[in-house]
């Protein structure tokens, strides 16, 4: 069954430092997300990409963070300049339409110290 | 307005009890709302989604329930088993976005 591969499964940075959390989307989907879960609490939008550029982003999504589709397959979230308040679970998702079914990766555990 | 407001927080249940997730929404313009499963340490897992259209779907032992004028939908676990015990989302999306937005989550233990 076609997933959503995301890697590293966990990533330790120091505060300041630039992060690229990776991903691949399902094959044939067109529609790539990411999403945070700080721990203990609610998934969260971040982000929505479709057709190589960003759809929609939420409050969160501010200029610390980019993404890109560097080649066929690869989805990626950068955040630059990390801070304490980034440590959390990065979920890289798609879907072949938007307003349908998505997919969720096993998602990054961030974390900044 | 984007929210979704999700209930219990918790629940425990007995081993063949069905145990019931309750959310509710506002805007009016959602119109696809799926349930998610998480275990610990792991991604979301899609279970079951509706639309509008329709105010039940059953998907094996996963039911939804949905009321369009009270802006509420349900989750209900027929023959809940101590596997079930996870986290369960509920989530919303409109034709015009693309996010979706997540309740804050009900953790269920399903005692044997």
């Known amino acids: 069954e076609p997933e959503v591969t995301q890697t590293p499964s966990h990533q330790v940075t120091q505060m300041g430092q630039e992060v690229i959390l990776r991903c691949v989307p399902i094959s044939n989907h067109l529609y790539f997300y990411w999403y945070r879960q700080i721990l203990g609490q609610k998934v969260e939008f971040l982000v929505s990409?479709?057709?190589?550029?960003?759809?929609?982003k939420s409050e969160i999504f501010d200029d610390q963070f980019s993404v890109e589709r560097p080649d066929g397959s690869n989805f990626t979230l950068k955040i630059r300049s990390t801070k304490l308040e980034d440590s959390a679970m990065y979920f890289c998702a798609s879907s072949e339409y938007k307003n349908t079914e998505a997919f969720f990766g096993q998602g990054t555990r961030l974390t900044v110290v | 307005q984007q929210q979704v407001k999700q209930s219990p927080q918790s629940l425990i249940v007995q081993k063949g009890g069905i145990p019931i997730i309750n959310c509710a929404y506002e805007n009016t313009a959602f119109d696809y709302f799926p349930w998610y499963q998480q275990f610990p340490g792991k991604g979301p897992a899609l279970l079951i989604a509706?639309?509008?259209?329709?105010s039940e779907k059953k998907e094996g032992r996963f039911t939804i329930s949905f009321n369009k004028s009270a802006k509420q939908f349900s989750l209900h676990i027929m023959d809940s088993q101590p596997g079930d015990s996870a986290t369960y989302f509920c989530?919303?999306?409109?034709?015009?976005?693309?996010?979706?937005?997540f309740g804050k989550g009900t953790t269920l233990s399903v005692s044997s």
């Open positions: 509706i639309r509008p259209d329709v």
């Open positions: 989530a919303a999306s409109n034709q015009a976005g693309t996010a979706l937005i």
């Open positions: 990409f479709y057709n190589n550029e960003i759809s929609e």
